[in-house]
Every structure is written in structure tokens, then in C-alpha cells.
């Protein structure tokens, strides 16, 4: 494992006092390799977060600019990065907060041509995205790759996020659900509209974030109860989170 250095055992402290993750637990965070898809709503709270635990290397994948339509929500850009590819504003941010995170920037969207060049090079894949074509990409190509997801999505004032590891089993022996399986097929267009035509409140993304970058750093350190095969879902006008369990879909015998 790599070292950390005497500014790094300062910087991390709070997280090495917790007997769960320790030296060796902040060191796993340094050696991780995670892919972030999107540097919006979900994927600015996911990159400061991951950025501040000392996530070793974070690769971003955006192709849009910074508008100021964004900055309601997209914290980790500001007023001075306007018009700024999505991706240099980010890597500008991590470096001013942890010089010790190494940002890689792909100014492209995902794609499974994206992903067969690039995934191989990540351990963990977050999927920030607001749209069903890049998640059923990122889904397909983690299941392919054997590479964990965590996905979230949010809509006007509630959110959901879930973590996929398909081709692992449960503590029963049953295979682990995909993403199919929670979502088999994308909804009709015009059904679930974009935030751009209904709106969303700002602070709901910080909250479904830092959830998925929570759950990132369990999955990297390999501490608690990861949301595999369960549905975390947030209702921010009533305060109130919900998990509903999801299985593996049984095939369809011939008839």
C-alpha cells in the first residue's frame, strides 16, 4: 500500500481516529481509481467529497460548460468559471481543496465507446447523470467490467440512489439484482422531463451527492452495509427516507 505522508496524516485524521477505516482504510482511499460521471448537480457534491476523503485518482467525464443556470446547484463551480468546460472547473476546484487527488478529465459523454477504452483504468464508477441513456450505458458497462456502481438520480424535490454489483451473490447464494432489473426498460419520452423544464431544488442534489459519495467510501474501505439490492429513496418536503429491497428478475421460460 502507498504511504501516506505527514501532511496527509493530519489532513485525514478524523477519518484514521475511526477504527473502521484507520491508516490502512485511508490508505485504500488513496490507492482508489474512481470514475465519475458528470460534474453537475450529483457530481459536484461526489467530487468534493471524494476529493476531501483523499480519493487517490478521480476521472470526470462531462462535456458541457459551466452555465450560470448551474450554479443553484453545482457547487463546485462559481460565478468565475462561467463558460468553462464543466471538467477544467472541477479539476481547478480539487486541486485548490487536495493537492494530493490526481483528476483525470475526459471532455466527452459516456458511452460504451468510452467505456471499452477507458473503464478498465477505475475500480469504482459513480453515475451522476441525468439522463436513462448514460445510465443503462454506465450499468451495462460496470456489470461487464465487474466494477461497482453507485447511481442516483433526483427530480424536483426527491431523490433515489442505489449501489450494483450484479455479478456477485448475497448472503442467501442469490445472485445480485442489475439495473434491469430495477428499471427494465426506459420510461416513454416526455414522461420523466429534465430539470430544465421543471425545476429542482438546489440543496436536494448535495443531499443525494454526499449520499453516493458515502457510499462510495464504504465500498473502497469495505465497511458497512453498501445499498446493493436496495433502493434509497429521499422525500425532502417531508423529511422522510425510504429503502425498498429489489431482486434479480427471474427469466422468462419458453412457452
Known amino acids: 500500500m502507498e504511504s501516506l505522508g505527514p501532511d496527509e496524516i493530519e489532513r485525514y485524521k478524523r477519518h484514521i481516529l475511526l477504527p473502521e477505516v484507520g491508516g ?15 460534474a453537475g ?8 467529497y471524494l476529493a476531501a476523503a483523499g480519493i ?27 463558460g468553462a468546460m464543466k471538467t477544467r472547473s472541477a479539476t481547478e476546484a480539487i ?12 471532455e466527452e459523454r459516456f458511452g460504451p465507446d468510452f467505456a471499452a477504452l477507458h473503464l478498465g483504468r477505475f475500480d469504482l464508477v459513480i453515475d451522476g447523470s441525468d439522463n436513462f441513456d448514460t445510465r443503462y450505458a454506465a450499468a451495462d458497462a460496470a ?9 442516483g438520480a433526483v427530480g424536483r424535490f426527491d431523490g433515489t440512489l442505489t449501489v450494483l454489483k450484479p455479478w456477485e451473490t448475497d448472503a442467501e447464494g442469490r445472485q ?49 452495509e453498501p445499498l446493493v439490492g436496495r433502493l434509497l ?23
Do not use: W
Open 143 to 151: 456489470e461487464a467490467a465487474k466494477i461497482a456502481l453507485v447511481t
Open 95 to 106: 486541486a485548490r481543496l487536495n493537492p494530493h487527488v490526481r483528476t483525470i478529465a475526459f
Open 233 to 255: 429513496i429521499y422525500d425532502s418536503l417531508s423529511a422522510n427516507f425510504n429503502t425498498i429491497r429489489y431482486k434479480r428478475r427471474k427469466p422468462r421460460t419458453a412457452s
Open 24 to 38: 490502512e482504510g485511508q490508505q485504500k482511499l488513496k490507492r482508489a481509481r474512481v470514475l465519475v460521471i458528470g
Open 176 to 224: 445480485n439484482p442489475t439495473y434491469r432489473d430495477l428499471f427494465p426498460a426506459r420510461p416513454p419520452e416526455g414522461l420523466v422531463p429534465a430539470c430544465a423544464e421543471t425545476g429542482v431544488i438546489g440543496a436536494l442534489t448535495g443531499v443525494i451527492g454526499t449520499l453516493m459519495a458515502m457510499e462510495a467510501i464504504k465500498l473502497i474501505v469495505g465497511i458497512g
Open 56 to 82: 487517490g485518482t478521480l476521472g470526470i467525464v462531462d462535456d458541457d460548460r459551466v452555465s450560470l443556470s448551474n450554479l443553484q446547484r453545482q457547487v463546485i463551480h462559481d460565478s468565475g468559471t462561467l
Open 41 to 48: 448537480g450529483l457530481g459536484a457534491p461526489v467530487l468534493q
